[in-house]
Each structure stands twice: as C-alpha cells, then as structure tokens.
C-alpha cells in the first residue's frame, strides 16, 4: 500500500531495489512494465543493435553536456528496440489512463528501466564524463508534491546528478534531461516552456 502511494517512487527516499535483477546484461534482461514493474519480459539487445546504440559514443563527447545529449539519443534509440523486441505496443508519455494496457509505463517502470540502460551504456564504457547513477525519487504527497521516480547519471568532475527522466514523453523521444535540484523542484515539460 505505501509503495502504491508512493506511486510515480527510489534512489532519494524510497528504494527500487525490489524491482532490479542482478546479474543481467544487455543480452539478457526483462523490460518492467504495466505498472509498478508488474509485468518483466524478457528482452535482450542483440550485437546489430548494440553496435548501432554505441555508435553514437563512438567519437568520445567534448563536454559533458555534449555526452548528456548522446545519453538522451541512446536511451530513446534503446527503447525503441526493447519494445519492439517485447512484442509491445509504443509506450504512450505520462501513462496517467493506461491501467488496462500491460504495454504501458509509470514512472516505477520507466525509473528501473532506464536505470538499467545506463549502467549497461556505462559498463560497455561509452562514458567519459559520467557514471550511472542510482535512480531518484521525489515527493511524498505530504510535501504537496505527486511521487515521481526518474533514472540518473552523476557527472564524475563535478559529482552533479543529473536526471534522465523519460516518464513524460512516448516510447523512442528522447528524455528530459537536467540537474536534480531543477528536478526536485517538481519539474515537468510543461512548466519549462
């Protein structure tokens, strides 16, 4: 019950441990999905596809913002393979409506998911600037803010956490990506523009 009220929760307050697996890989993993990691198919990112994701590495970023931008494409580029390698419709932003359909995802999915392709982008070393980092967790209702998870990197020079946040957008866009106190600041897309 706390978990579920916790809702679209990590890393900062509330731990997602539960829902990772240990010992996976890029070629084998399950994709959480359909609501509070509920469902976990199994799903894996074959050579063809990891050699096209780690392409975008391939020229070391000059910044650490330039790597940042490369993370974005990655993750959306590696969503749009493990969805279709799940057999599962696009995953549609935000996920407010879609209880009823299992191919959807909350912020609890999105959160581990994500988690997980960073640290296997940073383990296969396409990284210079940064580190995976642990997922992170804001509001707890009683601070007047709806519960919200998000994956994340640490900047390794500067030791800033930057969230990768690819709850609010549809399945292959490219997640939000930005330091953790804007974040916490119960960001969302539409109060940046």
């Known amino acids: ?9 990590s890393g900062q307050g509330i731990s997602l ?5 240990y010992g996976e890989t890029r070629e084998n993993f399950k994709l ?15 050579d063809e596809m990891w050699n096209e994701i780690m392409a975008g590495f391939k020229e070391p970023a000059a910044s650490a ?17 493990v969805t279709a390698k799940a057999g599962l419709r696009p995953d549609l932003g935000r996920a407010e409506t879609f209880e009823g359909d299992q ?11 994500t988690s997980r392709y960073l640290r296997f982008l940073d383990e296969s070393g396409a990284f210079v600037w ?23 990197v640490r ?6 956490v930057y969230v990768i946040d ?21 960001w969302r897309p539409e109060a940046s523009r």
């Open 103 to 113: 191919s959807q995802m909350d912020c609890i999915d999105e959160a581990v998911n």
């Open 17 to 21: 441990l539960q829902y990772t697996d």
């Open 65 to 81: 913002e330039q790597e940042r931008e490369k993370i974005a494409e990655a993750i959306a580029l590696i969503e749009r393979y």
């Open 155 to 160: 900047e390794i020079k500067s030791g800033e």
């Open 130 to 152: 940064h580190k995976a980092a642990d997922p992170v967790h804001r509001g707890y209702f009683v601070d007047g803010i709806y519960p919200h998870n998000s994956g994340a």
């Open 1 to 9: 019950m706390i978990l579920a009220l916790c809702g679209c929760a």
């Open 166 to 186: 690819s709850y609010y957008y549809d399945n292959g866009e490219k997640p939000a990506v930005m330091k953790l106190d804007i974040w916490l600041d119960n």
């Open 32 to 46: 959480c999905h359909g609501f509070t990691c509920s469902l976990r198919t199994p799903v894996n990112l074959d």
